[in-house]
């Protein structure tokens, strides 16, 4: 039971290198999010989708772009990455947006951008 | 959504009951109190929900006052591996997960 899967686990950069983070749900979960978490602190949401072919914008989007590729496939995308992107990041699903629903998170991508 | 306050920590006897506090004195009617926690830096889980009735599951109960400006997260018998940092949050119906700063639940054994 894979639940929501991220890849890769740890990833250093570059300033100024881009990058994909993926993340698959084998779920059939209609709503995806992806989320940062800075040290000492709560998840912070950066880009949703409520279903496929649609993606919103969270709290703290700037710097990112996201693709819902399929049902299952939500990647997000640092076009041009800053030492401010260093963070884990956790990609999250659930049955519906708007549902009375729980969210399955995946294990977190750790970035370090340097 | 409205805001949520907890402890910033909070410490229990490895066995014992543990009780998580949460205020949400700015809580609607259609909003609905929701517990996470978070192990180490594993992607957090889903423990319980409810909208203004007690609920009871495998892991915890949550008790919600009757005006529902506060909850309470129940451990019944902690172990260590409870140790984590619980969130409590506050969502509408359809709403999205607004993470806040969490208590640091410390189980002593």
């Known amino acids: 039971n894979a639940g929501v899967t991220q890849t890769p686990k740890f990833q250093v950069l570059k300033t100024g290198q881009s990058m994909t983070l993926q993340c698959a749900q084998d779920?059939?979960?209609?709503?995806m999010y992806w989320y940062r978490q800075d040290p000492g602190m709560g998840l912070r949401l950066i880009y949703y989708s409520a279903s496929e072919g649609t993606t919103d914008k969270g709290e703290v989007p700037n710097g990112y772009n996201v693709s819902r590729l399929n049902k299952r496939e939500f990647s997000l995308r640092l076009e041009s990455a800053a030492p401010s992107q260093t963070s884990v990041y956790f990609c999250?699903?659930?049955?519906?947006?708007?549902?009375?629903?729980?969210?399955?998170f995946g294990s977190g991508t750790r970035l370090t951008v340097v | 959504d409205a805001k949520t306050t907890q402890p910033t920590s909070m410490d229990c006897a490895e066995g014992r009951a543990a009780n998580l506090p949460c205020n949400h004195s700015t809580i609607s009617g259609n909003e609905y109190v929701y517990w996470y926690r978070q192990i180490h830096s594993q992607g957090p889980q889903y423990i319980i929900h409810?909208?203004?009735n007690n609920e009871t599951n495998e892991m915890a109960s949550l008790i919600i006052t009757e005006d529902r400006k506060s909850s309470t997260l129940i451990l019944p018998h902690a172990t260590l591996r409870d140790t984590a940092v619980y969130y409590c949050i506050v969502r509408v119906r359809g709403g999205k997960l607004i993470f806040g700063q969490g208590t640091e639940l410390s189980v002593k054994p």
């Open positions: 409810g909208l203004k």
């Open positions: 779920m059939n979960h209609n709503s």
């Open positions: 999250a699903s659930s049955e519906s947006l708007t549902g009375n629903y729980g969210y399955t």
